[in-house]
């Protein structure tokens, strides 16, 4: 399964998603996007952007994998961000790990406010969530432990999924991505 695009496919269609994922209150309207950090062509895994342009901004990066240099990474994606852009509005740094352990620890800055770093792990943050039905179902087969259970537990998932109420055109993109 490709992570990245299925953590993209997600937050493009449900933005709020990440809102409820992190337990952070929306300060308005926001949309999602993959943005191009121009003088080094880095593409971040996300950027959530207010629609009226005075909230927060918002990074995302969704790792999966051993990078020891994760943070500085990050953390010079975002700081490029700036450099090229007038509006300085506050930040938050959003590190989502697809397990705990793929976090180095070792994020070298600490954060002044208005600006903070949040780490999240999937299968923590999904847990907390219960069995709320949710677009972050489709997160589910991540963090699914026995694989084996996957044919069973897909059809369930798809009628959580149905059970919110959605239109019919996003219930066919969320169950594409579940499946």
């Known amino acids: 399964m490709k992570t990245d695009s299925l953590f993209y496919e997600l937050f493009k269609l449900h933005p709020a998603s990440l809102f409820e994922l992190a337990g952070l209150e929306a300060d308005g309207e926001y949309v999602f996007e993959s943005i191009t950090v121009k003088s080094t062509e880095k593409r971040m895994?996300?950027?959530?952007?207010?629609?009226?342009?005075?909230?927060?901004?918002?990074?995302?990066?969704?790792?999966?994998?051993d990078d020891n240099a994760i943070y500085w990474r990050f953390l010079r994606e975002i700081s490029v961000y700036y450099e090229l852009t007038e509006k300085r509005l506050p930040f938050v740094a959003v590190i989502l790990f697809i397990d705990e352990k793929y976090d180095p620890k070792n994020c070298p800055v600490k954060f002044v406010s208005p600006n903070r770093l949040i780490r999240l792990y999937l299968p923590k943050c999904l847990k907390a969530l219960g069995n709320k039905a949710s677009p972050l179902t489709v997160l589910k087969p991540i963090v699914l432990s026995d694989k084996e259970k996957l044919p069973q537990a897909v059809p369930k998932w798809k009628t959580e999924i149905d059970s919110m109420k959605l239109p019919e055109s996003t219930n066919k993109v969320l169950w594409k991505m579940l499946s």
Request: net charge negative; hydrophobic share 30%.
């Open 45 to 65: 895994d996300g950027f959530f952007r207010s629609t009226d342009g005075s909230g927060r901004n918002i990074f995302l990066e969704v790792q999966g994998y």
